[in-house]
């Protein structure tokens, strides 16, 4: 019999669709394969537009979003919006089929408010911690005015409304227990590794390269806080060094268009492709042709205590990194990146140099990140750690995640 049958957990997310949210989906479906029946609530945008949908078992309820928020006002709209929609939808699930766990996916940190109703019915509210987001807030606006401390106040209630908390990382998990109060026995570190039957190593495809002899990829979002601003410099002056670089942006966000304007007017487009959001096929042929995998992350305190999922997706696919030298960055990568000194995109750019003058490097790199990945970070690890969670909250004996 399977660990969890006979239990239904609702999953909420606010900011991106399922199956879209790679981390989210894959946990949604390590539940699924424990016995568990999964529904999930998320909005419809990036393609995904039907209101529900039936996915290898688990069903989806999309709500409208009518805008990607920018500036407070445009966050307080879609935030009311998104928790109008979630409770109303909670409330047509729980008729349809009882569920016993609401897991809810920040940011941001108002799921919560859609959850407390049904506490009094008994359910549980599990928080999936993805972002920080007073440190988020710091990122964006600069400054720790009234909103910052808003935050901080709904951060505290979200930690206060959860029986248990999964963190992303240690740093997250120590924001659980020092500023949620949470006891540390209910914080459970489960990091977002990566599938290593999605993220299958190919010989790629010169094409990408534009006839140029190396390619640099990025893969993510393209927003403020993500640092292409940074990229585009040190690509400038890689370029002003040599003519053999092509660079590969893959992904898009709120800053994709400012970001190829920007491009432009460094002279760069020739050597810049923006591919916006591809398949995943796309994806993996694209970052598979790279020689070198790059995360120009701006040095904010956001950034250096969180785990970027492209970090871990690269090493999967053997790829040696560039980065700034960021707390939980280096955690993760390791020996598989160099690290370039804080907003020195001269040195960023250096170090590419350096690697991409220097394959033994790249290889000897690259096979380190691929290990680790194996070894240690891969999903099949990651999933034993929420599959324990659970086990806890259904007050179970502990059990091992089924094949």
Request: charged content about 30%; overall charge neutral; proline content about 4%.
């Given at each position: 019999m399977s660990a969890f049958a006979g239990k239904h957990i609702l999953i909420i997310i606010e900011n991106l669709?399922?199956?879209?949210?790679?981390?989210?989906?894959?946990?949604?479906?390590?539940?699924?394969?424990?016995?568990?029946?999964?529904?999930?609530?998320?909005?419809?945008?990036?393609g995904f537009t039907k209101s529900y949908e039936k996915i290898d078992e688990i069903e989806i309820y999309r709500h409208p979003l009518p805008l990607e928020a920018k500036g407070a006002i445009g966050y307080l709209l879609e935030y009311s919006l998104s928790l109008?929609?979630?409770?109303?939808?909670?409330?047509?699930?729980?008729?349809?089929?009882?569920?016993?766990?609401?897991?809810?996916?920040?940011?941001?940190?108002?799921?919560?408010?859609?959850?407390?109703?049904?506490?009094?019915?008994?359910?549980?509210?599990?928080?999936?911690?993805?972002?920080?987001?007073?440190?988020?807030?710091?990122a964006k606006f600069g400054k720790k005015n009234f909103f910052y401390r808003l935050m901080l106040l709904l951060e505290r209630?979200?930690?206060?409304?959860?029986?248990?908390?999964i963190a992303t990382n240690e740093s997250y998990k120590e924001i659980a227990i020092r500023r949620g109060k949470m006891k540390p026995e209910n914080v459970q570190v489960v990091r977002s590794g990566p599938s290593l039957?999605?993220?299958?190593?190919?010989?790629?495809?010169?094409?990408?390269?534009?006839?140029?002899?190396?390619?640099?990829?990025?893969l993510g979002v393209i927003g403020e806080q993500e640092g292409l601003d940074l990229l585009i410099e040190s690509a400038k002056y890689i370029q002003s060094l040599r003519d053999d670089v092509q660079f590969a942006i893959v992904g898009g966000g709120t800053d994709l268009e400012k970001m190829k304007k920007y491009c432009a007017e460094q002279g760069l487009e020739e050597s810049f492709d923006f591919y916006g959001r591809v398949s995943d096929e796309d994806l993996i042929d694209i970052i598979n042709t790279c020689d070198v995998c790059v995360n120009p992350d701006k040095p904010t305190e956001m950034n250096n205590l969180s785990t970027m999922n492209k970090i871990m997706e690269y090493m999967a696919l053997k790829k040696p990194v560039v980065q700034y030298d960021l707390k939980e960055g280096r955690f993760s990568a390791g020996e598989a990146s160099l690290y370039a000194k804080h907003n020195d995109t001269r040195d960023f750019g250096d170090k590419i140099i350096y690697l991409l003058d220097n394959e033994e490097v790249r290889l000897r790199m690259g096979e380190f990140g691929y290990n680790r990945v194996v070894n240690e970070l891969s999903w099949e690890y990651e999933k034993e750690k929420l599959v324990s969670v659970y086990a806890k909250v259904f007050k179970l004996e502990t059990v091992g995640s089924k094949q």
């Amino acid at each position: 019999m399977s660990a969890f049958a006979g239990k239904h957990i609702l999953i909420i997310i606010e900011n991106l669709p399922a199956p879209f949210d790679k981390r989210v989906w894959q946990e949604a479906c390590t539940l699924r394969d424990n016995g568990a029946r999964i529904s999930i609530i998320c909005p419809k945008m990036k393609g995904f537009t039907k209101s529900y949908e039936k996915i290898d078992e688990i069903e989806i309820y999309r709500h409208p979003l009518p805008l990607e928020a920018k500036g407070a006002i445009g966050y307080l709209l879609e935030y009311s919006l998104s928790l109008f929609w979630e409770f109303i939808l909670s409330v047509r699930i729980y008729f349809k089929k009882r569920f016993q766990v609401i897991h809810g996916c920040n940011p941001p940190d108002l799921i919560f408010l859609a959850a407390l109703p049904f506490k009094l019915l008994g359910v549980k509210y599990v928080f999936d911690h993805h972002d920080i987001n007073p440190e988020l807030y710091i990122a964006k606006f600069g400054k720790k005015n009234f909103f910052y401390r808003l935050m901080l106040l709904l951060e505290r209630l979200t930690f206060a409304s959860a029986g248990y908390s999964i963190a992303t990382n240690e740093s997250y998990k120590e924001i659980a227990i020092r500023r949620g109060k949470m006891k540390p026995e209910n914080v459970q570190v489960v990091r977002s590794g990566p599938s290593l039957e999605r993220l299958r190593i190919t010989p790629g495809n010169p094409k990408y390269k534009n006839n140029k002899q190396y390619l640099i990829g990025y893969l993510g979002v393209i927003g403020e806080q993500e640092g292409l601003d940074l990229l585009i410099e040190s690509a400038k002056y890689i370029q002003s060094l040599r003519d053999d670089v092509q660079f590969a942006i893959v992904g898009g966000g709120t800053d994709l268009e400012k970001m190829k304007k920007y491009c432009a007017e460094q002279g760069l487009e020739e050597s810049f492709d923006f591919y916006g959001r591809v398949s995943d096929e796309d994806l993996i042929d694209i970052i598979n042709t790279c020689d070198v995998c790059v995360n120009p992350d701006k040095p904010t305190e956001m950034n250096n205590l969180s785990t970027m999922n492209k970090i871990m997706e690269y090493m999967a696919l053997k790829k040696p990194v560039v980065q700034y030298d960021l707390k939980e960055g280096r955690f993760s990568a390791g020996e598989a990146s160099l690290y370039a000194k804080h907003n020195d995109t001269r040195d960023f750019g250096d170090k590419i140099i350096y690697l991409l003058d220097n394959e033994e490097v790249r290889l000897r790199m690259g096979e380190f990140g691929y290990n680790r990945v194996v070894n240690e970070l891969s999903w099949e690890y990651e999933k034993e750690k929420l599959v324990s969670v659970y086990a806890k909250v259904f007050k179970l004996e502990t059990v091992g995640s089924k094949q």
